[in-house]
């Protein structure tokens, strides 16, 4: 356990998949992308008001339903809080998966 982990700083400490089962990411593996990944789907449901199963990792984020530029910057928002990051806007504005996403907020973390 990293000091962060010890003082309940880490961002990535205590978070609910959509199972809602609580974890623990560190580090940059293939589990910690997939619950990354998960916890983006499932805020971007949340901001745009649709149905988290309708969202796969593999889903561009431009080309889901209700999509405005103030919606990606609220999406920007709300990931930013979640994981202790600052995101790029251009990021959201791509045309990338939720998976990618995720794997921009695990390159960010370790920055």
Do not use: C, H, W
């Amino acid at each position: 356990m990293d000091n962060d982990d010890a003082m309940g700083t880490d961002p990535f400490s205590g978070l609910t998949d959509l199972a809602g089962t609580t974890t623990t990411v560190v580090g940059g593996s293939r589990r910690d992308e997939d619950e990354v990944t998960a916890t983006v789907r499932q805020i971007v449901a949340d901001v745009l008001r649709i149905p988290a199963d309708t969202i796969s990792p593999d889903s561009a984020l431009t080309d889901l339903p209700y999509v405005e530029s103030i919606k990606l910057l609220r999406i920007a928002g709300k990931l930013e809080r979640t994981f202790g990051i600052e995101i790029e806007n251009e990021a959201l504005f791509r045309k990338g998966t939720m998976q990618d996403l995720a794997r921009e907020i695990l390159a960010a973390r370790e920055r």
